[in-house]
């Protein structure tokens, strides 16, 4: 069964310092891969995907995250953070990103310290 | 640019009367799911809908639960008996190709 662990539920960095958000993956067949971030009050908004191409993937916003297989891991980064970055941040995994279902990690809630 | 629409924004309802939430996918998708976000958790899966019927639900989308697409265009997830516990925010989301988009959501309130 596929799954995503998301370590650490709360992140807190400096405004202007990298933002670094963890996610590994669990999955029989290789797999698609997702960061959503979802504002207060907010809908999920797609930031970026994997879908085996480039391991290194752009998203929008600042956003980049690399797809390692050896450590199963997709983890999120951002060189210099920005308060509006303040959100929650989700890593996704599915199948095939079409007809399969999304599983989600449980979120990790990003900070920005002025 | 096209978007999953969902209606009502906010719907209050009593335990145990029945609640439609509704869903205008995007117009050229052809997979529809609900899912379901209790308040400060995660994300979860109810139910993916494909060629007019349910290709997987969780556990969580028991006989309570029932999704239509009754017109060709909206796709509804409906709760019988509603439960204190369904009080969350409904997110519907549509793919054609591989990327899910999701709606803004329905907060679900039961009181």
């Known amino acids: 069964a596929q799954s995503v662990t998301q370590l650490g539920s709360h992140v807190s960095v400096s405004e202007g310092a990298l933002v670094l958000l963890r996610c590994n993956y669990s999955?029989?067949?290789?797999?698609?891969l997702f960061w959503y971030v979802q504002y207060p009050n907010q809908g999920l908004q797609l930031l970026l995907k994997?879908?085996?191409?480039?391991?290194l993937v752009k998203g929008i916003n600042g956003f980049e995250a690399e797809f390692k297989k050896s450590e199963t891991s997709f983890h999120l980064t951002k060189p210099s953070a920005h308060m509006s970055d303040a959100a929650e941040y989700f890593c996704?995994?599915?199948?095939?990103?079409?007809?399969?279902?999304?599983?989600f990690g449980k979120g990790t809630r990003l900070h920005i310290l002025p | 640019e096209p978007e999953v629409t969902q209606t009502p924004s906010h719907q209050v309802t009593q335990m145990g009367q029945e609640v439609i939430l509704r869903c205008v996918p995007i117009?050229?998708?052809?997979?529809f799911y609900w899912y379901r976000q209790i308040l400060g958790q995660k994300v979860e899966f109810l139910v993916s809908?494909?060629?007019?019927?349910?290709?997987?639900k969780s556990e969580i989308f028991d006989d309570q639960f029932s999704v239509e697409r009754p017109d060709g265009s909206n796709f509804t997830l409906k709760i019988r008996s509603t439960k204190l516990e369904d009080s969350a925010m409904y997110f519907c989301?549509?793919?054609?190709?591989?990327?899910?988009?999701f709606g803004q959501g329905t907060r679900l309130t039961v009181v």
């Open positions: 989301a549509s793919s054609g190709t591989n990327e899910a988009f």
């Open positions: 999955s029989s067949v290789p797999p698609y």
């Open positions: 994997y879908t085996s191409a480039a391991t």
């Open positions: 996704a995994v599915s199948d095939s990103g079409r007809d399969d279902k999304i599983i």
């Open positions: 117009s050229n998708h052809l997979y």
């Open positions: 809908f494909y060629n007019n019927e349910i290709s997987e």
